[in-house]
């Protein structure tokens, strides 16, 4: 994830995988590699689209995209 392998360089990331696994249950074993693809899958379009951040005033990040892109 960074260009260093600096850990601090890493900290967003990190912080993503974190929510990813404790609010969305990313940490679970499945029972086959299409099974885990499509949960990521489907948890990622969740955080991106549907779950409201409150570091961007309970908007979306697709929200905040929409709105500087």
Known sequence: MTEENHCYENA????????LK????????????AHAKKATKSVIN????????VSLNY????????LTA
């Open 22 to 33: 404790d609010e969305f249950y990313l940490d679970q074993t499945f029972d086959t590699v």
């Open 46 to 53: 969740l955080y991106n689209q549907i779950r409201l951040h």
């Open 12 to 19: 967003i990331a990190e912080r993503v995988n974190r929510v």
């Open 59 to 66: 908007k979306t990040t697709y929200m905040v995209y929409k």
